[in-house]
């Protein structure tokens, strides 16, 4: 009987997802159904289920970010989360083995070891109205400029002085240096609410079929029509603001025009990679994070503009921006109707006991890619 006893304990240690961990996930689904993901490719969905041993309790905190990497696993296991939320998936195709071999497996079987687990919505993100394609949408739009204002005048002067300048000029002798995209907002503010500056329609580029009643207006990419043509100079403007001033990104005009001579009508719009759904669309311009050469030299053939961000800094700013505050709402939710469900559990007892918890945006996560700027020697 002893035996038994010993042996059902583990059991229930074993195979046991932290109680905190299920309420994260019921959020995520809440928020971005695995339904509105494209499953013909797509990998969404809790990826890694870590047990739940009592003794070694992690500790009721969410990490986000866009890639697992090590230095985002190190974070989480410095930071005792008990589970990650990936944006891409760390795993898209099937495992025959989980080793030390691979850099993605080691990441996996260091975070089980340590009760880490990780959720990945991907898509699903992707299409959801008021997910990533809205937030690219609303950046073109001027839909969030009252807190991009809100958020520069925190900063101290030269700071703000900095981002004012123009990193397209060379001014003297220069010296290289490495900047990684600032695509992340890292300062918390109270939320304000979302104005729209100009007036606009918006659709998906694919329609979610069929649409699901709790969200309604789901598709993948979308397609801005505005009321008034827009100067692409503006446009550049909205979006340098919008991802928080990087040094530059990629643009690619038609060969026989200028920046300053265009104007934008529509936009379609995809994250992260967009060629394929983005090539055969009849809009001005083209905003997204990476596509290729040859691609582009159609776009722009056909008389389109190209705006590339880096394929994760088309992403990683809507962490923090909505992200965060999505789930701050939606897990306090969910995470009281879990302890209420379970309060009679007297094995979960000290784990229910915690009622707080605290969602963070990675601070190590970065695109893989950084831009060289140019500098004088006397800055």
């Not at 509105?36 to 047990?51: F, I, K, V």
Request: net charge negative.
């Amino acid at each position: 009987m002893f035996l038994q006893s010993i042996r059902r304990s583990a059991m229930s240690a074993t195979t046991t997802s932290a109680p905190f961990s299920r309420a994260v996930v019921r959020a995520m689904q809440k928020l971005y159904p695995k339904a509105l993901a494209d499953n013909s490719w797509d990998n969404t969905g809790l990826l890694l289920e870590a047990p739940f041993v009592p003794s070694r309790r992690q500790s009721n905190n969410v990490l986000l970010t866009i890639d697992l990497t090590k230095a985002v696993a190190d974070e989480a296991i410095a930071f005792n989360s008990s589970i990650i939320i990936a944006y891409h998936p760390i795993i898209f195709r099937g495992l025959k083995s989980l080793t030390f071999a691979n850099t993605q497996q080691q990441t996996l079987l260091r975070l089980a070891s340590h009760g880490i687990s990780v959720y990945s919505p991907h898509t699903a993100v992707d299409a959801a109205p008021g997910g990533l394609g809205d937030w690219l949408a609303d950046i073109v739009t001027g839909t969030n400029t009252s807190y991009d204002k809100s958020r520069s005048a925190s900063e101290p002067e030269d700071v703000r002085k900095e981002r004012e300048e123009d990193p397209f000029v060379e001014k003297k002798r220069p010296t290289y240096t490495l900047n990684h995209h600032p695509s992340q907002t890292t300062l918390r503010l109270e939320k304000l609410p979302s104005t729209t500056t100009v007036p606009h329609t918006r659709r998906p580029v694919v329609p979610q079929s069929p649409e699901l009643a709790s969200h309604p207006g789901a598709g993948m990419g979308r397609i801005v029509q505005f009321n008034q043509p827009q100067p692409l100079p503006i446009l550049l403007d909205r979006v340098g603001k919008g991802l928080n001033n990087p040094k530059g990104f990629p643009i690619a005009i038609p060969q026989d025009q200028s920046i300053s001579d265009i104007s934008i009508r529509s936009v379609g719009i995809c994250a992260g990679s967009g060629a394929s759904l983005l090539g055969n669309l009849d809009v001005d311009l083209l905003f997204t994070g990476e596509m290729g050469h040859h691609e582009a030299l159609a776009a722009i053939e056909k008389g389109q503009v190209v705006i590339s961000l880096f394929h994760s800094n088309s992403e990683r700013g809507f962490l923090a921006e909505v992200l965060l505050g999505q789930l701050e709402d939606t897990v306090r939710e969910e995470w009281s109707k879990v302890r209420e469900e379970e309060k009679g559990n007297e094995e979960l007892k000290e784990a229910f006991a915690e009622e707080d918890f605290e969602i963070a945006v990675s601070e190590v996560d970065r695109d893989p890619y950084g831009i060289v700027v140019l500098k004088s020697e006397a800055e």
